[in-house]
């Protein structure tokens, strides 16, 4: 059995997750390294990472580094003498960082690797109409997402799923999967790995962008539909609408995909009551929760109860 002195590395949320469950399983953390911190909000105050408040409310130390390929940084390594790194939504780390410790450093991906790779997997997942997903654990090489898998396990994705419902799920599941892999490490004295295929069908998780994120009214309307899940709450699908004169930009948070025949011609707004719906390919797409610019995230029956919807309302 290795004594493990574990070094974290992590940023968001997401990696706070996996920390917790590291030192609830009584294993040795030697310190955290996050990204420095960053001024947010109106008064642009200094904003700690997720990662460094809790590794402070456990009086674990903490590294900062502006620059990974610092002497200094390379100091700080060799005082904390991790003999394993483990990674989850960090930077790319240079060679000699990943290579520093004797048992390698290995790192959480929120897909079924090699599927996936890149910087938004839970939301890819979602906007391509995968019935499945999962966590992979992997030694970190000198490429993004590619190195050689330790473990790995699926997670269902459901029709109701939305990327912060799938985000918590694959959470609590890469943590149990990273407490998994250091067992593995401990216990094996050899551990196996598989490569990675390179097969030409394997789906990217691009940086998501303005350009990604935008509504195309002329797609199927279950293509619009798992846009906008995958992309619920953050970063938020989007569109113009057209209402008379105005031309307002929307965020869309919640939809439904109702299937049925109709002769309208595709982004046409309809309104009945208090409900909202935009024609599309095979149907109609049921607004529920939007937001309008200078107004906060509503139900569309709130929305209607003040904004009216002009006669040939069209999304663009």
Same mark, same amino acid.
């Given at each position: 059995m290795k004594n493990l002195?574990?070094?974290?590395?992590?940023?968001?949320?997401?990696?706070?997750?996996?920390?917790?469950?590291i030192l609830e399983e009584g294993?040795?953390?030697?310190?955290? #390294?996050? !990204?420095?911190?960053?001024?947010?909000?109106?008064?642009?105050?200094?904003?700690?990472? !997720?990662?460094?408040?809790?590794?402070?409310?456990r009086n674990l130390p903490v590294l900062q580094p502006t620059n990974l390929k610092a002497e200094e940084f390379e100091q700080e390594l060799k005082n904390l003498n991790p003999n394993i790194q483990v990674v989850v939504a960090f930077r790319?780390?240079?060679?000699? #960082?990943?290579?520093?410790?004797?048992?390698?450093?290995?790192?959480?991906?929120a897909s079924l690797l090699p599927?996936?790779?890149?910087a938004a997997p839970i939301n890819w997942a979602i906007i391509h109409g995968e019935e499945k997903t999962g966590v992979t654990t992997f030694f970190i090489d000198e490429k993004i997402d590619t190195g050689l898998i330790l473990l790995?396990?699926?997670?269902?994705?459901?029709?109701?799923?939305? !990327?912060?419902?799938?985000?918590?799920?694959?959470?609590e599941t890469g943590a149990n999967l990273i407490i998994e892999t250091l067992e593995l490490i401990a216990e094996e004295k050899e551990v196996k790995t598989i490569p990675q295929s390179n097969a030409e069908n394997l789906?990217?998780?691009?940086?998501?962008?303005?350009?990604?994120?935008?509504?195309?009214w002329s797609k199927p309307g279950e293509k619009i539909q798992n846009l906008i899940?995958?992309?619920?709450?953050?970063?938020?699908?989007?569109?113009?609408?057209q209402n008379g004169d105005n031309k307002l930009k929307c965020k869309i948070y919640k939809s439904t995909f109702?299937?049925?025949?109709?002769?309208?011609?595709?982004a046409t707004v309809l309104q009945e009551g208090k409900t909202l719906e935009v024609a599309v390919n095979g149907g109609f797409l049921k607004l529920q929760v939007i937001q309008l610019p200078g107004k906060r995230k509503m139900s569309v029956k709130d929305l209607l109860n003040g904004f009216e919807i002009k006669p040939n309302a069209k999304m663009l």
């Open positions: 002195r574990i070094l974290f590395m992590g940023t968001p949320a997401f990696a706070v997750h996996s920390l917790e469950k294993f040795n953390v030697v310190g955290v #390294v996050t !990204a420095p911190d960053k001024p947010a909000g109106r008064g642009r105050k200094l904003q700690q990472s !997720a990662v460094k408040e809790f590794a402070l409310s790319m780390l240079p060679k000699k #960082v990943w290579q520093f410790p004797e048992y390698g450093t290995f790192n959480l991906h599927q996936y790779r890149g790995q396990k699926e997670v269902k994705i459901s029709k109701e799923d939305n !990327a912060g419902s799938l985000h918590d799920k694959l959470m789906k990217t998780a691009y940086k998501l962008d303005k350009n990604n994120t935008k509504i195309d899940r995958g992309l619920s709450p953050y970063p938020v699908a989007w569109t113009i609408l109702l299937k049925k025949e109709h002769s309208f011609e595709n």
